[in-house]
Every structure is written in structure tokens, then in C-alpha cells.
């Protein structure tokens, strides 16, 4: 066929008529954006409201210049470092991309000529012309040639998809069906052979590009931001509420003392101290700390995981990792190793060996000739390049053995390639001066019917007897079947001609499942993650490989094709959800509707996968893994980037995930213990007879300090394997639980308790040396802050123990250190400002005694919890 292609003027009216082949990439958001974005969060939006607050007592000369400044500053840290981080990785990503697509060329017919022109130039019409290593360009039909093609950047499929010209002009295919024979597909990449397709469809519009397009969909809210949108309700709520309270305490504690003001002025000022300090508990309500310990966790965690081989491309990724109840996994390349492996060597006789060298030389010299040189695929500098996927198993299980060297084609008298209508290859080949051999390779079914005899491991030539090899090895065929194997046999003879063959050996190769992969689904399942493996294998090829990695265990583990699953309804599929296991032959639109329906049913979503029909539900999950060694378009889809492909990877993720989680509900133990205590303080002190316990300077001092330095001491908790023990937790679940609320209320109690009482209990204030006012009230202040640092250690770990793991964590220990020694300088030099007065050495260590023993309380709520 004498081929012409496109003529000069005719490619500029089919770009017009058709577009170019340049795929879409839709603009992301701006830094600034982002950083506007970020201000809707909820906890966000409740800081502004604190700067307001306190720029108006700034403005009323209530609040030093600082605080409404440190605020600000928190806002600028807590929105910026999580917009910063995101957008630099994104940028990254996309300078990487626009690199690698510059360097594309495609070879195309133009003019009666072969011209190489840039992939986006090439448009519909063009016939481009296909060698092995080639990326295919666009989607369209052959035309001339024949070439088998790897697909598994987008059906996930180890095995060569063989592409020719349709036999006759109205043969039937469907394009859909990337099985077909005739079509071919962008992204796709050719293997062997050579030949021409007709561009049908470019751009957008290819399946390449319209999953290219649909990766780029927005997401939904992750569950962090669920738990914080309804937290940050709760805890306005109870500061207005607790506003409102201690207003109308001090008003009614005035009314019913009988002391009234003696004028409007005098009722004018008790209003505004009321109204000040009911304003001030709010700002302390809120936990400013908390949008920065996000930040600062996630930056952590993600510099963590960079050096575990784990990119956080989107920063919210790690924290989704965590609460993943239903991770759907693709099996090449995240699995299994996506590349296929000889896994044994069978003779004749029956015994079978991982690999050959525990054979004869010469038994090694004919598996050498026959798997070696009868093969499509070449070593070269260390690197298996050309061929088939089972010629290069081939060949890397002969360098394995030290065995490439041997490999001598300069005696190679004749070769046939594989041809996949006979399914075998041959050469001949010779031996020596006087021998030359006719060798054989292909599938059993061709070739084990010839063989009448065989080689064994001593390279002797033993005789089948009245039988053939295919049917003296029939049940060990079906064995390894039912393994998933795909078997190839290797045999010789004296000529083409001859039906009289000797068997060389029954060779059994897979794409093996990762050693490590088993560990790391096991304890996935342990951390009561659900795993589903999607892959686009026959259904006996899925479930051997499900079994081997520990995913089928019992009957009630459930295993469905395309199919299957495209027979049913989504509320069908819901209510087999939580026992479905494998989904074969699978689609990329199967993929979608899993995590469609799996979140509709509250699941938190997570997906891992390399090709580019993994990207759709990668990007619809809430978390989405890329494999390293995957496609630009998958990583650009994924959250985050597993580099070294490994699966424990995902593993390490839920656990930093989990970790940044226990952080953050640590902070809020510690934070609202600070919070309730303050609030029960300020408002039963007036019900008492004292209208300020703590000064509005005081209580922002320690809700400044707490809230930032406090941020940084739980954002450097350790990673506890234990945390992998426990459920995910629901991603509706509230983010303050009941339990944690007691422990909040019981060490708030005490602290409250033990500072009202340096005022209002006699025996205690005894211990002060009998002073009274501001002596008293200093003493309340370092208690105070005293009690809450000392409660940090409390709210650390679930176990008895206060004190455990913390060598961890020296970045607490500092910051609490740190707390002591800020509150000693408040109250020893604070004077007329912090209306503060120097304590004794008697009175500290009463202040620290009563402080310390919020641990020891503590300490017994958890042991009456462990043994209720």
C-alpha cells in the first residue's frame, strides 16, 4: 500500500474543523486564591471574628497592640503555610508535565513523506507511523502493519494487546472494548512490530484525554474539614453562651446583693467590665491554635513521609489517609510487581525448580539457546530492552543466573518470530560443526503435543514412553492454571519438519504479587481498612491472585466481574459492599461508581492505582495513591505520590494520617480543658463575690500561649504502631467524643476548683501566708497556668502513663518547660500591667502542689474507665 497522507493545506482546515491534539489542562487555582479560599475555613472564619473582638478592645484600651497583631499573625501562618505548600507542589508537578510533553514527537506520513512533528501538532487524518517504543499519539484505526501494544496505562492489563488492519472494510469492532483488534489508543505503547494508523479521534476527545480532563474535577470536602466545620459551630456556641452567662451572673449577682451602683455612670462601668470580660472568654473560646497545628502538622508529616518515599502532593491528602474505612486498589503494579517474572521451571519427569541453576551445563546450554536466544527481547548494559513482556521474563530470569553471556547469536542460522495466530516462535541453530537444531517456543497447546521426549536436569534425553508431554504434564498444567500462571513451553528437534520434539522445559510466569504487599494489606484489614482489588484480569486470574494476597479468606468474600457488577443496581452493590472483595475485568467507569457508591454510604474513600484508567476514581476518591512508576496523568490525579510503588507506603500514610489526627484531639483535650476552666472560673468567681478573678490581660496572655506553643508541642507527636489497631473513625463522628469532653470537664472542674479556692476557702488560702487581693489572685494566675501545663501531659496519651513516649518528643517537653518559666516572668515581673505581684518561694511550691494534682486525677479517671 503506497501511503500519501495529508497534504499542506489540508491539515490546517482539519485543525479548524476538529481542533488540535493538545490536551486541555483546566487552570488551577492561583496562590492568591488559595490563600482567599482558605479564609472560608471554619475555624478560620471564627479567628477574623476574634480579630474584630480584639480590635475593638484594643479600641477601648482593654487589649495591649499584640494581641489582636498575634491573631493576625496565627490567621497569616494557619492559612498560609497550608496555600503555600499546595501551591509549590502543584507547580512542581506541572513544570514536570509540560517538560515531558515538549520532548513527545510523533512520526507521521504528510506529502508522501515521513516527518516527525510535536504530538500536539498531529491532527485527525494524519497516519502516523508505529515502531516498538513508540507512544501512540492519538486514537485511531490500523491501516497497515501489525504491532502489539502495551495497555496497561489504561485497562491496567500486563499482557500485549496484538493491533492489525481490519480483513475486510466493514469488520466490526467496538471501540470501547480496548481488546478490540483494529484501534489503537493515545497514551498506549508499542512493543514490537511496526505499521501505520489512521488518526480518527485527537485531543479532548480521546479516551486518553477525556480522562485527562475528568481527573481534573473538584473534590469533595475531606473529613477533617467536616469535623472542624461542626466544631467550629460548637465552640462559638459555647462562647456566646458562656458570654451571655457570666453577663448575667455579675448583673444578677449585683442585683440581689443590695450593693447597687450609685449612679448611670457607676451602672455604665459594671456593664462594661461585664461586657468585657464576657467578650474576652469568647476570644478564648476560640481555639486559635487549632488552624495552625493543621498547618504545622501537615508540614511535618509531609517531610516525614518525603524521606519514606511518600509525596504529599495535596496537603489534605495525609489527614483523608487517616480515616480511610474502604481503600479500592488497583492489582498491576500496586499488588503485584506489573511486570511478569518466571516463577518456575518444570521438565519432563515432573520436578520443578524455581530457575536453572542448580542444572547441567548442558541442560543449561539448551535452555540458554531455547528461552535465550528464540527470544524477541535483548540484554544490553544491564538493561532488558525490545520484546515481548514474556520474552523480557525471559531474559531477566537467564541474567538473574548469571546466564546472558552465554547467549550466542552468531550461531543463529534462522529465526521466525512469534506469531500470535500459531503462538510460537522458532529458530534454528547450531550446535556445532555437525549439529544443527530446530528449537521451539510457544504456548503448551502448540507444542507440548509434539514432544515425545525430554531433557532432564543432567541434560540427558529420557523418553515420554507411549505418552506425549501434554499428557503426562496435564495435571500440572491445571495446577499452576489455577495459580494464574501463564505457561510456555520450550522444546527442540532435529528440523522444522519433525513431530517428534524433545521437551526442553514447562515454563510457568506471572505477574507475582509484592512480598510486601501481603504484610501491608494485612495490616490495612487490622486497621479495619476494607481492601478491594479492581483490575482489569479474568476472573480466575483476580481471585488466585486475591488469595495470594491475603484479600479472599472465606466464602462470604465476594468476587464480581464488570458484568456482574453492571447488572446491578447501586442499592444492589451497597448492600454487598462491606463483603466485596475482587471486581474483574474492570472498567474505568466500574472504578467511578465504586467510590461514588461507597461514599454515598458515608464511606472515607480511598484509591490506589498507575494508569491513566486509574486517574477518574483517583481524583473522585478522597484519597487517591499514585504509583510512582505510573502516568503523569495518575499523579496528577492522586493526592499523593507513593514513589517507590511499595504498598506498605499506603500503610505508613494512614498511619502519619492517624497520627496528625491523635494530635489534633489531643490539642483540643488540652485547648478546651483551658478554655471550660476559664470560662467556670470567670463567671462562679462574680456568683462568689469577686468580680475578676483573672484580668482580660491575664486570660489572653495564657490563651496566646497556650494556643500557639501548644501547636507546636502536639505537632511533633511520635507515630504509635498502636494507632494502626484502631477503627477508622466515621467521617461524620464528631471530633470531640463523649470520652474526651469528661476528661475536659473533670481536669476543667479541678482547676477551677483549686483557683476559686486560693480565694474562697479558707484552709488553702492558710497556705498563702494569710494575704489577701492581689497576692491572692497572683496566686490564682500561676496556678492556673501551672494546672493547664501540667494537663498537657494528660492529654498526650489514653494511658495511665502521662509520661510515656514522651523522649519522642522533645519538641514538647521544651514548649512545656517554655510555659513554666513565661508564667514565672508574668507573675514575678508582670507588676501594674498583668496586676500581678511577686510570689514567694513557699507560695510557688503550693501553686505548683495544687497545680500537679490534675495528673494524679487524671490519672485515676482513666484507670475507673479501663475497669468499668
Not at 301 to 312: C, E, F, G, H, R
Not at 526 to 539: L, P, W
Not at 852 to 864: E, H, S, T
Request: proline share 3%; net charge negative.
Amino acid at each position: 500500500m503506497t501511503l500519501t497522507g495529508l497534504s499542506s493545506k489540508d491539515i490546517e482546515e482539519l485543525r479548524r474543523k476538529y481542533g488540535t491534539n493538545k490536551l486541555t489542562q483546566l487552570e488551577g487555582e492561583s496562590l492568591w486564591q488559595k490563600l482567599l479560599n482558605g479564609f472560608r475555613d471554619p475555624m478560620i472564619m471564627i479567628l477574623l471574628v476574634a480579630l474584630v473582638v480584639q480590635l475593638v478592645l484594643f479600641a477601648m484600651g482593654q487589649a495591649e497592640w499584640f494581641e489582636p497583631v498575634g491573631i493576625f499573625v496565627a490567621i497569616i501562618i494557619a492559612n498560609g503555610v497550608a496555600a503555600y505548600s499546595e501551591n509549590s507542589q502543584e507547580h512542581k508537578a506541572n513544570a514536570l508535565k509540560e517538560e515531558a510533553e515538549a520532548l513527545e514527537r510523533a512520526k507521521v506520513v504528510r506529502d508522501s513523506c515521513l516527518q516527525e512533528i510535536p504530538v500536539d501538532d498531529v491532527v485527525q487524518g494524519d497516519i502516523v507511523y508505529l515502531q516498538a517504543g513508540d507512544k501512540i499519539p492519538a486514537d485511531g484505526l490500523m491501516i497497515e502493519g501489525r504491532v502489539q501494544i502495551d495497555q496497561s496505562a489504561l485497562n491496567g492489563e500486563t499482557e500485549e494487546a496484538d493491533k492489525f488492519p481490519p480483513l475486510q472494510d466493514n469488520d466490526s469492532y467496538d471501540i470501547n472494548d480496548l481488546l478490540n483488534n483494529y484501534y489503537v489508543y493515545r497514551g498506549t505503547i508499542v512493543c514490537a512490530g511496526e505499521g501505520y494508523f489512521a488518526t480518527k479521534v485527537t485531543g479532548d476527545r480521546t479516551l486518553f484525554g477525556k480522562m485527562s480532563l475528568e481527573v481534573q474535577e473538584k473534590q469533595r470536602e475531606t473529613p477533617l474539614q467536616v469535623k472542624l466545620g461542626n466544631l467550629a459551630h460548637q465552640i462559638s456556641t459555647f462562647g456566646y453562651v458562656g458570654a451571655i452567662a457570666i453577663i448575667a451572673g455579675i448583673l444578677a449577682k449585683t442585683f440581689f446583693s443590695g450593693v447597687w451602683p450609685g449612679d448611670i455612670l457607676g451602672w455604665g462601668r459594671l456593664i462594661i467590665d461585664a461586657v468585657t470580660v464576657a467578650v474576652t472568654i469568647i476570644v478564648c473560646a476560640v481555639p486559635e491554635g487549632l488552624p495552625m497545628l493543621t498547618s504545622i502538622l501537615l508540614s511535618l508529616q509531609s517531610l516525614k513521609m518525603a524521606k519514606d518515599k511518600v509525596l504529599v502532593r495535596k496537603i489534605n491528602g495525609l489527614e483523608t489517609a487517616g480515616s480511610i474505612s474502604i481503600l479500592f486498589s488497583d492489582k498491576t503494579g500496586t499488588i503485584t510487581e506489573g511486570k511478569l517474572s518466571v516463577v518456575e521451571v518444570a521438565l519432563g519427569d515432573g520436578s520443578h525448580y524455581a530457575d536453572v541453576k542448580s542444572f547441567s551445563r548442558k541442560a543449561i546450554g539448551y535452555f540458554t539457546v531455547g528461552a535465550g536466544v528464540n527470544n524477541g527481547a535483548t540484554h544490553s548494559n544491564g538493561n532488558i530492552v525490545g520484546g515481548n513482556s514474556t520474552d523480557r521474563a525471559l531474559l531477566k530470569m537467564l541474567a538473574d543466573n548469571q546466564l546472558v553471556d552465554e547467549i550466542d547469536k552468531s550461531k543463529l542460522e534462522t529465526s521466525v518470530p512469534f506469531d500470535s495466530e500459531k503462538k510460537v516462535s522458532s529458530i534454528t541453530y547450531r550446535m556445532g560443526p555437525e549439529d544443527c537444531r530446530y528449537f521451539l517456543k510457544g504456548a503448551p497447546e502448540q507444542v507440548l503435543g509434539l514432544c515425545h521426549y525430554y531433557i532432564d536436569k543432567d541434560g540427558v534425553e529420557r523418553d515420554f514412553g507411549d505418552k506425549t508431554a501434554d499428557e503426562v504434564l496435564n495435571g500440572y498444567i491445571n495446577k499452576q492454571a489455577s495459580r494464574s500462571m501463564r505457561l510456555l513451553a520450550v522444546a527442540m528437534g532435529r528440523s522444522p519438519d519433525s513431530d517428534r520434539l524433545t521437551l526442553i522445559g514447562l515454563i510457568s510466569i506471572r505477574d507475582n504479587v509484592r512480598k510486601e504487599a501481603v504484610e501491608a494489606i494485612s495490616s490495612a484489614q487490622s486497621a479495619g481498612v476494607q481492601v478491594v482489588m479492581v483490575t482489569g484480569d479474568r476472573k480466575e486470574t483476580a481471585m488466585a491472585i486475591a488469595r495470594e494476597a491475603g484479600l479472599i479468606r472465606n466464602d462470604q468474600d465476594i468476587v464480581l466481574t464488570s458484568d456482574e457488577l453492571k447488572e446491578k443496581t447501586d442499592e444492589e452493590i451497597k448492600a454487598i459492599l462491606p463483603d466485596l472483595r475482587v471486581v474483574s475485568r474492570a472498567l474505568p467507569t466500574d472504578k467511578s461508581r465504586l467510590v461514588k457508591i461507597a461514599q454515598a454510604l458515608d464511606y472515607v474513600v480511598g484509591m490506589t492505582g498507575d494508569g491513566v484508567n486509574d486517574a477518574p476514581a483517583l481524583k473522585k476518591a478522597d484519597v487517591g495513591f499514585a504509583m510512582g512508576s505510573g502516568t503523569e496523568v495518575a499523579k496528577e490525579a492522586g493526592d499523593i505520590t507513593i514513589l517507590d510503588d511499595n504498598f506498605s507506603s499506603i500503610c505508613k500514610a494512614i498511619l502519619y494520617g492517624r497520627t496528625m489526627f491523635k494530635s489534633i484531639r489531643k490539642f483540643l483535650i488540652f485547648q478546651l480543658t483551658v478554655n471550660v476552666a476559664a470560662v467556670l472560673t470567670c463567671f462562679i468567681g462574680p456568683l462568689l463575690g469577686e468580680n475578676v478573678v483573672l484580668t482580660v490581660i491575664q486570660l489572653l496572655l495564657i490563651n496566646l500561649a497556650m494556643d500557639t506553643l501548644a501547636a507546636i508541642a502536639y505537632g511533633s507527636e511520635p507515630a504509635l504502631a498502636e494507632y494502626m489497631k484502631d477503627k477508622p473513625i466515621p467521617r461524620q463522628e464528631n471530633i470531640v467524643t463523649g470520652g474526651m469532653m469528661t476528661e475536659v470537664i473533670i481536669g476543667a472542674l479541678y482547676i477551677t476548683i483549686i483557683c476559686l479556692g486560693i480565694l474562697f476557702i479558707e484552709p488553702i488560702r492558710a497556705w498563702f501566708g494569710g494575704t489577701d487581693g492581689v497576692y491572692l489572685k497572683s496566686a490564682v494566675f500561676a496556678t492556673f497556668m501551672m494546672a493547664i501545663t501540667f494537663n498537657g501531659f494528660n492529654a498526650r496519651t489514653e494511658h495511665l502513663n502521662p509520661f510515656e513516649h514522651l523522649g519522642r518528643n522533645t519538641n514538647f517537653i521544651l514548649v512545656m518547660l517554655g510555659i513554666f518559666v513565661m508564667q514565672f516572668v508574668f507573675v514575678t515581673f508582670g507588676g501594674e500591667a498583668l496586676s500581678v505581684e511577686s510570689l514567694s518561694l513557699n507560695s510557688w511550691l503550693v501553686c505548683a502542689g495544687l497545680a500537679f494534682g490534675v495528673i494524679p486525677v487524671d490519672v485515676l479517671r482513666k484507670a475507673m474507665k479501663k475497669a468499668a
